[in-house]
């Protein structure tokens, strides 16, 4: 294989790979890991409809709702869930994550029950958490209960030497196997 399809599947190797890669992991060798593994993508939800993808919705609850649908939290119970980018989370769904987060219990929206729900957070963002705690755009409560175990890593371009180890790791199965690649 010639040093120019090396630089190739370099190219193409994403932090955010990185990252939904690790979370799989921690998952994975966990005693949760038979249990779901649900990622959702922050920025890819708008923010009108992330209280409704992560606790889920009871018929009627808006128009448009002409049906109950379960919510992440509600489905990944006994399991992980892995909140990419939580920093794009509105104030209002933050406190109803950390309630989720503290005492395990959640409502639909428009429900009236309480629903409980044991699940284990992976939360990763790019944003400086502590500046937005400051500024007043993310909850110091949250941020305190996702500093459990925090893994900071810093972007591949800052640390050029782990390029290697990590394509070799993540894509030389792939290459093997598809050596027209």
Do not use: C
């Not at 919705?57 to 939580?86: C, M, N, P, V």
């Amino acid at each position: 294989m010639s040093n120019n399809k090396i630089k190739l599947v370099l190219n193409l190797l994403h932090e955010g790979e990185i990252i939904s890669f690790l979370a799989r992991r921690i998952h994975q060798k966990s005693p949760r890991s038979r249990n779901p593994f649900i990622v959702i993508d922050a920025t890819t939800i708008p923010e009108n409809l992330m209280e409704s993808e992560l606790f889920g919705y009871e018929k009627g609850a808006f128009t448009g709702a002409d049906q109950r649908k379960i919510g992440r939290i509600e489905q990944i119970h006994q399991g992980s869930l892995f909140l990419d980018e939580i920093g794009e989370l509105s104030l209002a769904a933050q406190s109803k994550l950390l309630r989720a987060l503290q005492e395990k219990t959640f409502t639909r929206v428009g429900g009236v029950q309480t629903l409980s729900s044991d699940f284990r957070l992976i939360a990763a963002t790019n944003r400086d958490l502590n500046m937005d705690v400051s500024a007043g755009r993310f909850r110091k409560d949250l941020s305190y209960r996702l500093n459990v175990v925090p893994l900071t890593i810093p972007p591949l371009r800052e640390r050029q030497d782990d390029a290697q180890p990590i394509n070799s790791f993540l894509y030389l199965p792939f290459i093997h196997k598809n050596t027209s690649f």
